[in-house]
């Protein structure tokens, strides 16, 4: 069942479906992440996560803006990784960009992933079209706000994120990798699936699944 506004026993459900599904996917992030890069993606996911389902579990705030300012702090505590700083400085810039917020609607959730798209875009000094995670998270973010403007229910946004997140992934395949080990291969990069990209799938997916109530 679809749900129409987020409150914190959905955004605690959320983090640990993310939890989950970085668990899930720890095996095959490593092993993209060895084929061009160090090989730490998988874990850092996944410490990332379980830290930010445990923290948000803990939590007394109700201000739902601090709780995933303080997700995101607590991930850049666990996973100082390039892509778990990246990560938590999304859910820092997100959080910030909710206030007081006590309910997330859609346009709670649109401002939350415009923010999390260009705190990450910001922190990596990274655009789109430059195969890496923002190639998932800002058509993500674009679908949000298309669907906010035509006056689309939380869980059809949520529906067309999904779409738009998947096929920026499948886009991503057929650039040329500008940032981080995997731009070493230049031209041969392309045809190669970005783990970052493919991480940021998964994190949309974390939300789609709660908030739609379909995996």
Do not use: W
């Not at 874990?43 to 389902?53: C, Q, Y």
Request: proline share 2%; glycine share 12%.
């Amino acid at each position: 069942m679809s749900i129409e506004a987020l409150g914190i026993a959905e955004i605690r459900t959320i983090l640990s479906s993310l939890s989950r599904i970085m668990t899930e996917k720890k095996v095959e992030l490593t092993n993209l992440d060895g084929a061009v890069g160090d090989g730490d993606l998988g874990l850092t996911m996944e410490k990332a996560f379980i830290v930010a389902r445990d923290d948000a579990a803990a939590s007394t705030e109700t201000d739902l803006g601090k709780v995933l300012v303080k997700v995101g702090m607590a991930i850049a505590r666990a996973a100082p990784s390039t892509m778990g700083t990246l990560v938590a400085t999304g859910f820092m810039s997100g959080g910030k960009a909710l206030g007081g917020a006590f309910s997330l609607g859609l346009e709670e959730m649109t401002a939350f992933f415009d923010a999390f798209v260009n705190g990450i875009m910001q922190r990596g000094k990274s655009k789109p079209g430059e195969k890496t995670i923002v190639d998932v998270l800002y058509p993500a973010a674009q679908a949000l706000r298309e669907a906010a403007s035509s006056g689309s229910s939380l869980a059809e946004a949520f529906r067309s994120c999904r779409i738009a997140a998947k096929n920026g992934l499948a886009r991503s395949r057929d650039m040329i990798a500008q940032h981080g080990r995997v731009a070493y291969y230049q031209e041969q990069s392309k045809g190669m699936e970005d783990p970052g990209a493919v991480a940021g799938s998964y994190i949309i997916d974390g939300f789609v699944s709660v908030i739609t109530g379909e995996e």
